[in-house]
C-alpha cells in the first residue's frame, strides 16, 4: 500500500510577524563603532597611567599622563616640540618617498622578465632582514653627518618590505583578470597600470603601511644616535636631549607624539584611503 | 565515423557560401605544464559565418576552451592557421571580446558602468560622453540600468556575467568569444540567462563562439555546433541544431544523436 500525502499550498501571512526590519537602538550603534570602542580603551589606559604615576610618586622614572600631556603641549605650542616634529615629518616623507619610487622601479623590472624576478627575490631576502640601523655606521661614512644618512636608512626600511608586497600582489593576480587585460589590448606600462597595480592594491596596501612602519621606527632610531645637525635635530634627538637633561616628563611627551602620529596615519590616513578603495570595491572587508 | 564525415562534408553549409568571418584550419594546439607537454587539439577545422551561433562541445580534455583561447590570440599554434575576415589573427585585441567563465573577470574597482566603458575607452574606440551612452544602452539591454553605480562584488554571480556579455557587446567586436560564461551558474539562472542571450542575439545577430560541455546549452544557443572528441581534441561532428522553441521531442532526439557521438567509445581518462 504506497503512502500518499496530502499537497499544500499555503498564502503568506502578512503583518502576523513583528518586525521585518527595524533600525538597532542608539546604543547599539555606538558599540558598533569601531574607534569608540578603541577610544575607551585609550581612555581607560590613561586613567591607569595616571593612577599608577600618582601612587609611584616619583616624576623622575615616571611621570603622571597630566604632567605628560602638560610637558606635550607646552612643548607644541610654546618649545621647540613642533619643529622637532616637522624636521621628522620632511625627513621621514623624503625618505619614504624615494624608498616608493625605487620599490615602484624594482618591481617593474622583477614583473618583466624572470631574471628581473630572480634579483628581486634575491635582493629582498637578502636585505629584507638587514635592520636599517645596522646599515648606518656605513651610512655615516657615505653621506656624512646629516638628513643624508637617515634618509638612506629609511629607504633601506622602506624599500624591501613595498617591493616584497607589491611584487608578491602582482603575482596573485588572477589569471583571468591579466586575461581579460590583455583582451582590451593592453601592453607594457598601461597594462601594469590600468590592471596588475588595481588588481594588487590590497597587497601594495599592506606594503606601503609595513613600509610607513618601519621608517618611522628607523628614523626615530637614528635620530637617537645622532639627531643633531645644523642644529635642528628631529623628534628622536628631541627625545634624547630631554633625557641627558632629565626633563623627563618632556621625554614622555616626545614618546606620546611618536605614538599619537603612528595612531593618526595607520587609523586616519591609511585607514580613509582603504575605506576609499580597497573596502570600497569589495577586495577587503 | 567514416559516414560522419560525409554527413558533414555534404552539410550545405559547408559548401561553397560566403567567406567565413573566422576560418579555423588544420590548427593543432599545444600547451606545457611542469611536467608535460599536452596536445590539446589536433588538426581542428571549422568556418564560423557571421551571425552564427556557433558552438563547441565536448567532454573536458577535448580543447575546446583551449581553442577558444587560441581564437582569442592568447595562444598560437603549433600546426595549421586561424584567420579572420581572411587575415591571420594577431595578439588578444578587442576585435574579439572574451566572456569568462569565472565571475572575478569584472575589475572589482570599478563599477558596472566603468567596467563597461573601460574596453571602449582603453582601445580608444569611444571616449568622454559617447562612452557613457554606449555603455549605459548595453547595461540597459542586458536589464541592469539599476545597478550602472554598483561595485562587482554586490552584484549575483548571474549579474556579473551580464555586466561581462554587456562589456563584450559594447566593443560591437567581429566575434564575441564565450568561454562556458554559464557553467559557474545555478540552473533557474543559467536557464534565463540562456534565454536571454538568444534575445540579445535576436536584437543585433552578432556573431558568437561559445564553449560549453553541457549537450542541452549547446542545442538552446548554439545555430551549429562542433563536437569535440577529446585526448586530445580532433572534431567529431558538425552539426546543425533546432531553432529556439522547437518541439521538444525533436530536441530529445537531436541530444540523443549527440550523446551517443560523444560517448560512442568508453571515454579514457588519461591525465587524472
Known sequence: MPYSR????????????????KPLSTGERIANMGWVRKLAILIALGLLWEGYARWLNNPLLFPTFSATIEAFFQGFFGGTLFSRVATSLRVLLIGYAIGIVCATVLTVIAISSRLGTDLLELLTSMFNPLPAIALLPLALIWFGLGYGSIVFVIVHSVLWAVALNTHSGFLSVSNTLRMVGRNYGLRGLRYVARILIPAAFPSILTGLKIGWAFAWRTLIAAELVFGVSSGSGGLGWFIYENKNQLEIPNVFAGLLTVIVIGLVVENVVFRLVESRTVRKWGMQS | MAELMRAAVNDPAVGAGPAPLLDVRGVTLQYKTKEYLVTATYRVDFQVMRSDRFVLLGPSGCGKSTLLKAVGGYLQPVEGEIRMKGAAIGPPGPDRMMVFQEFDQLLPWRTV??????????????????????????????????????????????????VAIARGMAMEPDI?????????????????????????????????????????????????????????????????????????????????????????????????
Open chain 2, 176 to 272: 564575441l568569444l564565450m568561454d562556458e560564461p554559464f557553467a559557474s551558474l545555478d540552473a533557474l539562472t543559467r536557464r534565463k540567462m540562456q534565454d536571454d542571450l538568444l534575445e540579445l542575439w535576436e536584437g543585433t545577430r552578432f556573431t558568437v563562439l561559445f564553449v560549453t560541455h553541457s549537450i542541452p546549452e549547446a542545442i538552446r544557443i548554439g545555430s551549429r555546433i562542433l563536437l569535440l572528441s577529446p585526448h586530445p581534441g580532433q572534431v567529431k561532428a558538425e552539426l546543425n541544431s533546432v531553432p529556439p522553441g522547437t518541439d521538444g521531442a525533436i530536441i530529445a532526439s537531436l541530444e540523443r544523436r549527440i550523446h551517443d557521438m560523444l560517448f560512442a567509445e568508453p571515454v579514457e581518462d588519461a591525465h587524472t
Open chain 2, 113 to 162: 558602468l566603468g567596467n563597461v566603458m573601460f574596453p571602449l575607452t582603453a582601445s580608444g574606440r569611444l571616449a568622454g560622453r559617447a562612452a557613457v551612452e554606449k555603455a549605459r544602452d548595453v547595461i540597459a539591454r542586458v536589464g541592469l540600468e539599476k545597478f550602472a553605480d554598483n561595485y562587482p562584488h554586490t552584484l549575483s554571480g548571474g549579474m556579473k556575467q551580464r
Open chain 1, 6 to 21: 496530502v499537497e499544500r499550498v499555503l498564502e503568506p501571512a502578512t503583518g502576523a510577524y513583528g518586525v521585518v526590519e
